[in-house]
C-alpha cells in the first residue's frame, strides 16, 4: 500500500533558522506531491505541488521543496524561518494516471515550533 | 471564491449515535472527499463523491456513508459511533481530474468527540 513518511514529529527553530522537513513515499509508479500546511484552528492551505517538469518546486511564503525521484522524496525547505511559520506542515501524495481517483495519501505531519 | 464550509465546527456524541456531518464544496467543483484525521496523525482519505456517487473509498467500514446533492454540497454519516471515531473531520473539494491543476480546498473541520 502507498504510504508517506514524515521523519520528524516537532521541530523546534529559532526565527532566522533554515528548515528543512523530511517526506518519503512510497509507491513505484507516477506521483503528484503536495506539501500542506495547517496553521492552529485554521484550515489545511496548499503551500506548494509538483506535477513534473522542474523537480525544484517554490510555493508561498519562501518555501520551496525538491523532488528527488530516485530517493522517492520531497522535502520542504524554506531559508529562514519567521515565528508566523509556527504550524502544522503535513506531506501528501498523490498516485497519478487512470484510475487513480486522486485521494490525498498524508504523512503523519510534522510540528514546527519558531521562537521568536 | 467562497471556499468549502463545514457544519457544525464541534460536536459531542455518544457511544453507539448517529452522526450526519455537512460540507459546501467551493463554488465551481464537482467533487468532495473526506477525510478523518485523529489526534496526532495525517488525515486519512474515507470517500470521495462525483455526481452524487462514490467515486473510491478508503479503508473504513461500512457505518461510514456519505451523500452528495445536486448543488455539490455533501453529507458524512456515521452509524453506530465508537470512541475511536473522535476526530477531526475534513471534508475537501475539487474538480474531479483536474486535481493536478487546482488541487484541493479544505475546510477547517468539524471536530467530533464521541463520549
Known amino acids: 500500500a502507498q504510504s508517506v513518511s514524515q521523519h520528524n514529529h516537532h521541530v523546534i527553530l529559532s526565527e532566522a533558522a533554515s528548515l528543512e522537513l523530511g517526506c518519503n513515499y512510497s509507491y513505484g509508479g507516477t506521483v503528484n506531491l503536495f506539501w500542506y500546511v495547517q496553521y492552529p484552528g485554521q484550515h489545511l492551505q496548499l503551500l506548494l505541488k509538483?506535477?513534473?517538469?522542474?523537480?525544484l518546486v517554490k510555493g508561498i511564503k519562501g518555501f520551496e521543496a525538491e523532488f528527488i525521484k530516485s530517493k522517492f522524496s520531497f522535502n520542504l525547505r524554506k531559508p529562514s524561518v519567521q515565528w508566523s511559520d509556527t504550524a502544522e506542515y503535513f506531506c501528501a501524495v498523490v498516485p497519478a494516471g487512470g484510475g487513480s481517483q486522486g485521494n490525498l495519501i498524508f504523512g503523519k505531519g510534522t510540528k514546527l515550533s519558531v521562537k521568536p | 471564491e467562497t471556499g468549502v464550509t463545514q457544519s457544525p465546527t464541534h460536536l459531542i456524541k455518544t457511544r453507539g449515535q448517529q452522526v450526519t456531518l455537512r460540507c459546501s464544496s467551493q463554488?465551481?467543483?464537482?467533487?468532495v472527499s473526506w477525510y478523518q484525521q485523529a489526534l496526532g496523525q495525517g488525515p486519512q482519505f474515507i470517500f470521495q463523491y462525483y455526481r452524487e456517487e462514490e467515486n473510491g473509498r478508503g479503508n473504513f467500514p461500512p457505518r461510514f456513508s456519505g451523500l452528495q446533492f445536486p448543488n455539490y454540497s455533501s453529507e458524512l454519516n456515521v452509524n453506530a459511533l465508537e470512541l475511536d471515531d473522535s476526530a477531526l473531520y475534513l471534508c475537501a473539494s475539487s474538480l474531479l481530474r483536474a486535481y493536478t491543476m487546482e488541487g484541493y480546498t479544505f475546510g477547517s473541520g468539524t471536530r467530533l468527540t464521541v463520549v
Open positions: 509538483y506535477f513534473s517538469g522542474d523537480p
Open positions: 463554488s465551481g467543483h464537482n467533487t
